[in-house]
């Protein structure tokens, strides 16, 4: 992977860390969250519909699919913060990726990764696994168990989608593919966010709507960035580097929102840049 893609991935972990970061404002998680994919596909339009309706058939079915997908991500992950906080969702959501993006890269793509990729891998999902072991305690009277399996629930669907758009975005132009995915996965999410949720997501857009907007904007930059870098090279790569997001989402638990610290925190963020340091020499 060149430097290039390094830098794209560590910008795209920093601005992904600080969108979630920012969820913590929604008082419902998951309508929050639906009206940032709702913001997103609305600022997306702008660039994308000049050339969207020269998709071809095969591009529109990959961006179906990963709607879908990502429709179930914001679920879960809504799920995932309504019980739980950043430090012990963040962590598990972000480390179980790449070991399912691997999985599936081989599977579905026959990416193999090199003893280079493979170590950096290892050692960006032992880095968050170290992050995750020293994070916040939970609250009195709150199992870590729901959150955790929601987190590597979305971890999965993260590697999915992942795969599916490694593909997409070899097809079609990234703006104009992520509008489309986003798309679909707000419409997905419509029935059920504007009928059994639709009083919490009006109370959402009043008190956070400038929260939401500011979302969907980074959620769009951060993805976008992760598209170009799936152009020229490989998802498993791709996937762990995107793990560097861990490094900035533990600063800013420690220094912004005054979680406690300790060593396996400190000794997690510096696995991970070794390991994005291996992935970066790998081919």
Same mark, same amino acid.
């Given at each position: ?29 998951? $309508?929050? +969250? ?32 990963? %709607? ?9 992950? @809504? ?5 739980? %906080? +950043? ?38 999902? @032992? ?105 020229? $090279? ?5 996937? $762990? ?33 070794? @390991? ?5 020499? $790998?081919?």
């Amino acid at each position: 992977m060149g430097a290039r893609e390094i830098l794209m991935l560590c910008g795209s972990g920093f601005i992904h860390a600080s969108w979630n970061a920012l969820c913590k404002k929604g008082a419902d998680k998951q $309508a929050f +969250l639906w009206l940032s994919v709702a913001s997103a596909s609305a600022l997306l339009a702008v660039p994308a519909m000049p050339r969207v309706f020269l998709v071809s058939r095969p591009v529109v079915g990959l961006a179906f699919v990963s %709607g879908l997908l990502q429709a179930l991500y914001f679920l879960l992950l @809504g799920k995932a913060y309504g019980s739980g %906080g +950043l430090s012990t969702v963040y962590p598990i959501a972000r480390g179980s990726a790449p070991v399912f993006a691997a999985l599936f890269g081989w599977a579905l793509l026959k990416e193999i990764p090199s003893a280079p990729g493979a170590v950096g891998i290892a050692l960006v999902a @032992g880095g968050i696994l170290a992050a995750h072991l020293g994070s916040s305690k939970p609250r009195p009277g709150q199992s870590p168990a729901g959150p955790a399996v929601y987190a590597i629930l979305t971890g999965a669907v993260t590697a999915a989608y992942s795969a599916v758009d490694r593909v997409g975005v070899s097809l079609e132009y990234p703006p104009v593919y992520l509008f489309l995915v986003f798309a679909f996965a707000c419409g997905a999410l419509a029935p059920y966010m504007l009928t059994s949720r639709r009083e919490r997501v009006l109370s959402e857009w009043i008190s956070n709507r400038a929260v939401v907007a500011a979302v969907g904007v980074l959620s769009s930059l951060a993805y976008l960035l992760v598209l170009f870098a799936l152009t020229s $090279a490989k998802t498993a790569y791709v996937s $762990a580097v995107r793990e560097v997001s861990i490094v900035f989402a533990t600063l800013l638990g420690v220094f912004v929102f005054k979680e406690p610290s300790s060593p396996s925190r400190l000794l997690g963020p510096l696995m991970i840049i070794c @390991g994005v340091a291996c992935i970066g020499s $790998a081919r």
